[in-house]
C-alpha cells in the first residue's frame, strides 16, 4: 500500500558527478519534503514544496537543489556529490495544512559519495 | 527555530519492562509534536502524535501526552516486548508542517 516510494534505493557515485533522486506520491498530498539522516543528527531537513513549483529550503540546503513540476513527483538533486553528502535521504508527504497529520515516509535512498 | 532534546539512549530493557522516552522542545507559538519510530532498515513511521495541550496521543500501547507548561512529550509504554526494539525520534513540527527531529533513542528489547 505504499503511496509513497522512492528511487532508487540504493546509489554509489564518485565525487563531482550529479546526481538525482526522486520521490513518487501517489495520495495527492500538497506537501514533500527531503530529509537526510546521519549518525548523531537525527533528520534534517533540506528542501521542502507546498505545492507545483513551489519550493523553498530547509536547514541543510547547500550543495542541493529540488524541483516539483508535477504534484507526484519531487526531485532532489545534488550538483556536484561531495563525501559529506553520503547519507540515507528519506522522502516525506503530508496532508492538508501539514502541521496536524504528520508524515508519511518512504523507505529511503542509501546514497554513497566515494 | 524548534530544537528538540531527547533522552540520550541506548535504552536496554527486558521484556514486559515499563518504558520511559523523555523528550523535552523549544519552540514559538504551539506547534503539534509526534512520535516516529524506525525499525532496522526501514523508513520512520508515524507512531502517535498529540496536536494541542494535554491531548494524549496513543498507538500500540504507547502513550505520550502534550505538556504546554514543562514542553514536554514523553514516550511511555507499560510493557515493552521484543518487538518494539527500534530506534525513536520526537519530532515537533508547524510552518508549512516542517518538522524538527531529535536525534532518536535506540531502544533494545532482550526476552
Known amino acids: 500500500d505504499a503511496g509513497i516510494t522512492q528511487s532508487p534505493r540504493h546509489k554509489v557515485t564518485e565525487t563531482g558527478t550529479p546526481v538525482t533522486l526522486r520521490c513518487h506520491q501517489t495520495?495527492?498530498?500538497?506537501?514533500m519534503y527531503w530529509y537526510r539522516q546521519d549518525p548523531g543528527h537525527g533528520l534534517r531537513l533540506i528542501h521542502y514544496?507546498?505545492?507545483?513549483?513551489?519550493?523553498d529550503k530547509g536547514e541543510v540546503s547547500d550543495g542541493y537543489s529540488v524541483s516539483r513540476s508535477k504534484t507526484e513527483d519531487f526531485l532532489l538533486t545534488l550538483e556536484s556529490a561531495t563525501s559529506s553528502q553520503t547519507s540515507v535521504y528519506f522522502c516525506a508527504i503530508t496532508n492538508g495544512t501539514g502541521v496536524s497529520y504528520g508524515y508519511t515516509f518512504g523507505s529511503g535512498t542509501r546514497l554513497t559519495v566515494v | 527555530g524548534n530544537s528538540v532534546t531527547q533522552m540520550e539512549g541506548p535504552v536496554t530493557l527486558s521484556e514486559e519492562a515499563f518504558l520511559t522516552i523523555n523528550c523535552t522542545y523549544t519552540a514559538t507559538g504551539y506547534p503539534s509534536l509526534f512520535w516516529y519510530v524506525q525499525y532496522p532498515g526501514e523508513g520512520l513511521q508515524l507512531l502517535l502524535k498529540a496536536t494541542k495541550a494535554d491531548d494524549k496521543g496513543s498507538n500500540k500501547g504507547f502513550e505520550a501526552t502534550y505538556r504546554k507548561e514543562t514542553t514536554s512529550f514523553h514516550l511511555e509504554k507499560g510493557s515493552v516486548q521484543v518487538s518494539d526494539s527500534a530506534v525513536y525520534f520526537c519530532a515537533p513540527s508547524r510552518d508549512a508542517g516542517k518538522s524538527t527531529f531529535g536525534d532518536g533513542t535506540t531502544l533494545t528489547v532482550k526476552p
Open positions: 495520495e495527492n498530498h500538497r506537501y
Open positions: 514544496s507546498y505545492g507545483v513549483k513551489d519550493t
